[in-house]
T-cell receptor, first 112, second 115 residues
Framework: GENVEQHPSTLSVQEGDSAVIKCTYS??????FPWYKQELGKGPQLIID?????GEKKDQRIAVTLNKTAKHFSLHITETQPEDSAVYFC???????????FGPGTRLSVLP | GAVVSQHPSWVICKSGTSVKIECRSL??????MFWYRQFPKQSLMLMAT?????????EQGVEKDKFLINHASLTLSTLTVTSAHPEDSSFYIC???????????FGPGTRLTVT
């Protein structure tokens, strides 16, 4: 089955700096790679996703890149703000939600 | 759009009792719903996949007789934790997918504490 690794487990950045979180996956059949932000006591919120037919996707300060050959994908947050502080999870799975596996999460702290 | 609600948001029950958690897609019809469990400072672990009108598919290691899932309509799935024990205390989160993108939209979660 799918196995997703995520690094780093914790990340502290100064406000305004960029943050990068990387994930690797094992199942070459996976073709849907979303990123979620989870605040304390709440459910995960989809912030961006990418499918295997695309190498990069951007939405304002957030971007995701995918290298399907190397089986890794990354989340990039630019101009970080304190409200970006949360736990971020990557996930990998099939296009229809099948075999969906989450990474272990990254706790991001943006210091003012 | 794509709002998923859960009820209750938190519940405390005594050991041996059963608890029902509801998951609703408020503004769309969900093709499939998923149930996850999350322990403190850990990732989400998929428990089961639920399709309307059919039996749920449970992940390996999840007791289907203990975690009963009913997907009665395209907007409602319920998870019943039967004969709950303290080790069942956790954060239970549902998600719903819709066509054609099949993105998963998560509910706010239900914190279950079994005393």
């Amino acid at each position: 089955g799918e196995n997703v690794e995520q690094h780093p487990s914790t990340l502290s950045v100064q406000e305004g700096d960029s943050a990068v979180i990387k994930c690797t996956y094992s199942d070459s059949a996976s073709n849907y790679f979303p990123w979620y932000k989870q605040e304390l006591g709440k459910g995960p919120q989809l912030i961006i996703d990418i499918r295997s037919n695309v190498g990069e996707k951007k939405d304002q300060r957030i971007a995701v890149t995918l290298n399907k050959t190397a089986k890794h994908f990354s989340l990039h947050i630019t101009e970080t703000q304190p409200e970006d502080s949360a736990v971020y999870f990557c996930a990998a799975g099939g296009n229809y939600g099948q075999n969906f596996v989450f990474g272990p999460g990254t706790r991001l702290s943006v210091l003012p | 759009g794509a709002v998923v609600s859960q009820h209750p948001s938190w519940v405390i029950c005594k050991s041996g009792t059963s608890v029902k958690i509801e998951c609703r897609s408020l503004d769309f019809q969900a093709t499939t719903m998923f149930w996850y469990r999350q322990f403190p400072k850990q990732s989400l672990m998929l428990m089961a996949t639920s399709n309307e009108g059919s039996k749920a598919t449970y992940e390996q290691g999840v007791e289907k007789d203990k975690f009963l899932i009913n997907h009665a309509s395209l907007t409602l799935s319920t998870l019943t934790v039967t004969s709950a024990h303290p080790e069942d205390s956790s954060f239970y989160i549902c998600s719903a997918t819709r066509q054609p993108t099949w993105e998963q939209y998560f509910g706010p979660g239900t914190r279950l504490t079994v005393t």
